[in-house]
């Protein structure tokens, strides 16, 4: 982007000498005669550096340079004039953030320097500005992102929470139900047992957890348990084994029904019924 610059001095021949100075160094150049004018060029243009008098006729040079700082912040301040004033300069430093303070006649190649070393200071001030904020872009995104993160977090908690209450009921119902229930994976292998079908298989058969069906249950139950889980493998076919047979112990009668899994639970195997009746 070409380097801008706004001239404002009320004499039109060091407008002119300025212009013929600056002609090779590729700059885009702005006058103005008047305060106002000049000002009216800063309110339309983006501006890198203004070189102003401090006198001038329609407003005094001072406040122009305040007014100046005040609609581009950014830009660089010279002041070329041919009046040395001490109190001036220091008002305008204070007042108009003046980046240098250059005597009438200057000279071109001391002043070339100063308005490259002044453009200079812009463009690593700009870039300063632009860094900071995409720094402050990116903090904002990293918080949002964070604050999302902690929302999912707790989502996710609430969530994870519910199912553990979930999970320790229908292990208390499971338990405390009153029939028996078993869970015999498609390996034969018992991998869930609740307290009441311990209790009516007790003493004569220990059902416990990691123990197979044909080594655990007479042949006629475990024949059920195989029936429903090869039926288990065949969606059109599914449903349930039921056999009714005598207790080990030979004093009641045991109501077993064997239910092949369904394909929603993404598991094979069987889950077992028992019932007692008395004889």
């Known amino acids: 982007m070409t380097d801008r610059i706004?001239?404002?001095?009320?004499e039109r021949n060091v407008i002119q000498a300025l212009r013929r100075l600056f002609r090779k160094e590729g700059y885009s150049i702005l006058t103005a005669q008047h305060g106002e004018e000049g000002l009216g060029h800063l309110e339309e243009e983006e501006v890198a550096l203004v070189i102003s008098d401090t006198l001038m006729e329609d407003m005094d040079g001072i406040v122009f340079l305040e007014r100046a700082r005040a609609i581009r912040p950014e830009a660089i301040r010279i002041i070329l004039s041919g009046y040395p004033d001490a109190d001036a300069i220091t008002e305008a430093v204070n007042k108009g953030s003046i980046y240098r303070f250059i005597l009438k006649p200057w000279n071109d190649e001391e002043l070339k320097l100063s308005v490259r070393r002044a453009l200079e200071q812009y463009k690593l001030s700009q870039e300063n500005k632009a860094l900071s904020e995409r720094v402050m872009a990116q903090n904002q995104e990293l918080m949002e992102l964070n604050l999302g993160l902690e929302h999912r977090i707790q989502e996710r908690t609430q969530d994870l929470m519910i199912r553990n209450r979930m999970l320790l009921l229908s292990q208390d119902i499971l338990e405390n139900l009153p029939i028996g229930?078993?869970?015999?994976?498609?390996?034969?292998?018992?991998?869930?047992?609740?307290r009441q079908a311990q209790k009516w298989f007790a003493?004569?058969?220990?059902?416990?957890?990691?123990?197979?069906?044909?080594?655990?249950?007479?042949?006629?139950?475990?024949?059920?348990a195989?029936?429903?889980?090869?039926?288990?493998?065949?969606?059109?076919?599914?449903?349930?084994?039921?056999?009714?047979?005598?207790?080990?112990?030979?004093?009641?009668?045991l109501s077993i029904?064997?239910?092949?899994?369904?394909?929603?639970?993404?598991?094979?195997?069987?889950?077992?019924?028992?019932?007692?009746?008395?004889?």
Request: hydrophobic share 40%.
């Open 6 to 10: 706004l001239i404002v001095d009320n």
């Open 181 to 194: 229930i078993l869970g015999i994976d498609e390996d034969g292998l018992i991998v869930l047992v609740n």
């Open 203 to 224: 003493p004569e058969i220990n059902v416990t957890l990691g123990r197979h069906v044909n080594i655990l249950f007479p042949a006629k139950i475990a024949e059920a």
């Open 226 to 253: 195989k029936r429903a889980s090869k039926q288990g493998k065949d969606q059109e076919r599914k449903k349930s084994e039921d056999i009714t047979c005598l207790h080990p112990c030979g004093d009641r009668m």
């Open 257 to 279: 029904r064997c239910f092949p899994l369904s394909a929603s639970t993404h598991a094979e195997g069987i889950v077992m019924t028992v019932e007692m009746n008395e004889l």
